[in-house]
């Protein structure tokens, strides 16, 4: 299923003549959609499922810059504290991915940054004060001709504050003096402007999902202490750990680091992780080779906010009317997300019963007939991104099936079977219809039935297991001997009898 391009990539040629007066989108179709309509629904959703604002008098955030389809939602959930605010002017501090040995902060002189949603506008004028305040800072439009880091946060900042302008800088490797120096500069050049600055990085790339997630919530719980030379000492420690194949914990340190020391200035005391994921937490990511990604919002204060239930018992498979209608909206979105704007939503782990490891099945109706269904009986992954990985393969990948199309969505039922683990049988006579699933192995070859599939298709005992056999591409009556029976329950829950 390739879904990590959302369109033929726009290739602008940027020349002399255009004399850097508007910077052309370099990453539109590859990073995030080239299509202001698709751009604009994609923005919109990750938004409409962003968490709430928990911050007073935002003045910065740090967020990633990957690939929406990856990092777009936690993108968002940082994005999105700042909505209440009136900010004139943004500032977005970019990650130098494509010049070497840069030692300053290249900021950007010209008119504006085009992506599908229009021209954001620069301000020349405070770029132009930046530049001189600040010795660490050079104007330079070379980094950021080819450089996403920026770009893929124009048009969030499109979205929520359309009449904002911009000030794009791209923060070179230097020593962290120049970093903390170049924030108090900022910090100061801000002051009584209706503000923002925006820190684009992403965390831990490439280790497996276990050792992200210990990895980067020690890297932003340094962030959010808002020392940065703790920020420092946490990365270089980590990195000392030599953990299996991380080359970064943090690809955009430096801005980090910039935006870290101007709240300081700008008088928050700490930050507040907002969220964070890596890249394997979506239906279509790998689990072991990820990257990883946080929002942190720095503001002057916070109120909490209860993001979720934590009352279930995580030992028991016991999934609340709320939880379960979570997973079946998750289950639809994900389908329809996916063919609307070639994106997923990331499944919110809020709950205990949604972190919970069980084996599932997502079953697709289309008018009481089966339109799909896919499952996987041994979980390698929390249950609710089990179901929007499921969710996925059973509209998309089900080879008894064409791939649902999105025409078809109005008229498909989403049904969740929520798995206990198998337990191995002495005997058919074990086995009871209507209670129980049912693994059958033989030669080599083995097949599924779900508790309901029996009830609901009016087969006694014998009857279903004879079915059975056949679907194991065995003899009707190869079930009678020699055979290894397996038996599961479930927790089913369909569309029409819990939304």
């Not at 903390?180 to 600055?197: C, D, E, Q, S, V």
Request: neutral net charge; aromatic residues 6%.
């Amino acid at each position: 299923m390739d879904i990590l391009r959302f369109a033929a990539p726009i290739f602008t040629i940027w020349t002399a003549q255009d004399n850097g007066q508007i910077r052309p989108p370099a990453v539109a179709g590859q990073f995030y959609p080239n299509s202001p309509a698709i751009l604009k629904l994609a923005i919109e959703k990750f938004l409409a499922d962003a968490l709430p604002p928990v911050g007073v008098n935002p003045f910065a955030i740090v967020v990633p810059h990957a690939g929406y389809i990856y990092s777009g939602q936690i993108a968002a959930d940082g994005w999105n504290q700042t909505r209440d605010g009136n900010y004139e002017l943004i500032v977005v501090l970019g990650t130098n991915h494509t010049i070497p040995n840069l030692r300053k902060i290249a900021l950007y002189q010209g008119k504006g940054f085009q992506t599908p949603l229009g021209t954001a506008l620069i301000d020349t004028e405070f770029t132009s004060r930046l530049l001189s305040l600040s010795p660490d800072c050079t104007m330079d439009n070379a980094p950021h001709t080819r450089e996403h880091s920026v770009e893929v946060q124009i048009p969030f900042a499109q979205t929520l504050f359309p009449n904002a302008k911009i000030v794009a800088a791209i923060v070179g490797e230097a020593d962290p003096g120049t970093y903390t120096r170049f924030g108090k500069t900022l910090a100061f050049a801000l002051n009584k402007k209706r503000a923002l600055i925006v820190a684009s990085s992403d965390l831990s790339h490439y280790p497996s999902a276990k050792d992200a997630e210990e990895v980067d919530l020690k890297t932003l719980e340094a962030v959010a202490s808002l020392d940065t030379e703790l920020l420092r000492t946490t990365i270089r420690n980590q990195m000392a750990r030599r953990i299996a194949n991380l080359s970064t914990c943090a690809c955009g340190e430096a801005p980090i680091t910039v935006a870290m020391a101007a709240g300081r200035e700008m008088g928050a005391t700490s930050g507040k992780i907002i969220s964070h994921a890596h890249s394997g937490n979506i239906p279509v990511g790998e689990r072991d080779r990820v990257v990883g990604y946080g929002a942190v919002l720095i503001a002057a204060g916070y109120n909490e906010v209860k993001t979720g239930e934590t009352s279930t018992d995580d030992r028991d498979v016991n999934i609340s009317l709320s939880d379960r209608r979570y997973l079946l909206r998750l289950a639809r979105e994900t389908i329809s997300r996916f063919l609307t704007v070639k994106m997923v939503p990331l499944p919110r782990l809020s709950t205990p019963a949604r972190r919970e490891k069980h084996g599932v099945f997502v079953t697709l109706k289309k008018r009481g007939n089966l339109r799909g269904c896919i499952g996987r009986l041994v979980p390698d992954r929390p249950l609710a991104e089990l179901v929007a990985a499921m969710a996925l393969e059973s509209a998309f990948e089900d080879p008894r099936f064409n791939p649902v199309t999105a025409e078809e969505l109005p008229d498909l039922e989403v049904e969740v079977s929520v798995l206990t683990p198998m337990k191995r049988v002495s005997g058919v006579n074990d086995i009871v219809i209507g209670r129980d699933g049912v693994m059958l192995q033989k030669g080599g070859r083995s097949a599924v039935f779900l508790p309901q599939v029996a009830p609901e298709q009016g087969w006694q005992r014998d009857e279903m297991l004879s079915h059975l056999s056949m679907k194991a591409g065995l003899p009707a009556d190869a079930w009678k001997k020699d055979t290894i029976f397996s038996t599961f329950q479930a927790i089913v829950f369909s569309e029409s009898e819990t939304l």
